[in-house]
Every structure is written in structure tokens, then in C-alpha cells.
């Protein structure tokens, strides 16, 4: 059976986030936030600008930003910043398209925040599927 606080948990976790996400001034930190504002800006500067995507490539950034696709509450929506920062990073430019494109399946990722809300990962033929608990 569900414990009330894994009932409760998530939810409060969701709204601690939204509250974050509105800018709210009451933040525990000046640091909250500011992974998912880097990566923000990262994918704005290279909106169509090659000189930008190539310099990211050249320091490894993507395989940085990739590893921000996750949930995180102290970041709140770091993960579409990070797919948003990606798809402006790989737009007309092939050599971090190949960079991608390189890049190994090494498992799945901690699904910890998922078995909290009541879900579980499966995986099927080289698909994952989210499935109840």
C-alpha cells in the first residue's frame, strides 16, 4: 500500500517547482534555477548562429547539456531547456550532428522520482515504456 506521504510528496514536490518556475523572489537560494538559465542561454545563443554552435561543440558542451535531460527540482524545466538548447546546437551543423549521432546507449537512467509518483520503466524490444507501478 501508499504511505500518505507518498501520496503527498510529489505533489508538493510539482508545486515547489512551479512556485520556482514563476520567479517567485522567495527562493530558498540565488542557486536555484541557475543551471536550467545557463542551459536557457546557451540554446539562445546558438539559435542560428554557427560560430556558437561550433565553439559548444568544441568544448564538449554537448554531452554536458544531454546529461541535463532530467528532472530536477531545484532546476525547474532544465529538461526542455536542455532538448531546446540541443535542437538549436545541432540545427545545419554537421559536426555536432555526428557528435550525437556517436553517442552510446549506456542504460537507463535513475527512474528514483518516477517510482516516488507512482511509475515504473520497462524495457521492450530497445523501447522504454512508463508503466504504473
Same mark, same amino acid.
Given at each position: 500500500?501508499?504511505?500518505?506521504?507518498?501520496?503527498?510528496?510529489? *505533489?508538493?514536490?510539482?508545486?515547489?517547482?512551479?512556485?520556482? %518556475?514563476?520567479?517567485?523572489?522567495?527562493?530558498?537560494?540565488? %542557486?536555484?534555477?541557475?543551471? %536550467? *538559465?545557463?542551459? &536557457?542561454?546557451?540554446?539562445? $545563443?546558438? @539559435? =542560428? @548562429?554557427?560560430?556558437?554552435?561550433? =565553439? /559548444?561543440?568544441?568544448? #564538449?558542451?554537448?554531452? $554536458?547539456? $544531454?546529461?541535463?535531460?532530467?528532472?530536477?527540482?531545484?532546476?525547474?524545466?532544465?529538461?526542455?531547456?536542455?532538448?531546446?538548447?540541443?535542437?538549436?546546437?545541432?540545427?545545419?551543423? #554537421?559536426?555536432? *550532428?555526428? /557528435?550525437? %549521432?556517436? !553517442? #552510446? &546507449? *549506456?542504460?537507463?537512467?535513475?527512474?528514483?522520482?518516477? &517510482? #516516488?509518483?507512482?511509475?515504473?520503466?520497462?524495457?521492450?524490444?530497445?523501447? !522504454? !515504456? !512508463?508503466?504504473?507501478?
Amino acid at each position: 500500500t501508499k504511505s500518505i506521504s507518498n501520496l503527498i510528496s510529489p *505533489q508538493s514536490s510539482w508545486s515547489r517547482c512551479m512556485l520556482l %518556475a514563476s520567479g517567485d523572489s522567495s527562493s530558498p537560494s540565488p %542557486a536555484v534555477g541557475f543551471k %536550467a *538559465q545557463l542551459i &536557457r542561454l546557451i540554446g539562445n $545563443l546558438c @539559435h =542560428k @548562429h554557427p560560430n556558437n554552435q561550433k =565553439k /559548444v561543440g568544441e568544448l #564538449e558542451g554537448i554531452p $554536458l547539456i $544531454l546529461d541535463n535531460c532530467r528532472i530536477d527540482s531545484n532546476n525547474p524545466f532544465i529538461c526542455q531547456w536542455a532538448i531546446f538548447a540541443i535542437r538549436n546546437l545541432l540545427e545545419n551543423n #554537421e559536426q555536432n *550532428q555526428e /557528435v550525437v %549521432a556517436s !553517442l #552510446e &546507449r *549506456q542504460g537507463r537512467a535513475d527512474c528514483s522520482s518516477l &517510482r #516516488e509518483l507512482g511509475f515504473q520503466v520497462e524495457e521492450r524490444d530497445g523501447s !522504454l !515504456l !512508463l508503466q504504473p507501478a
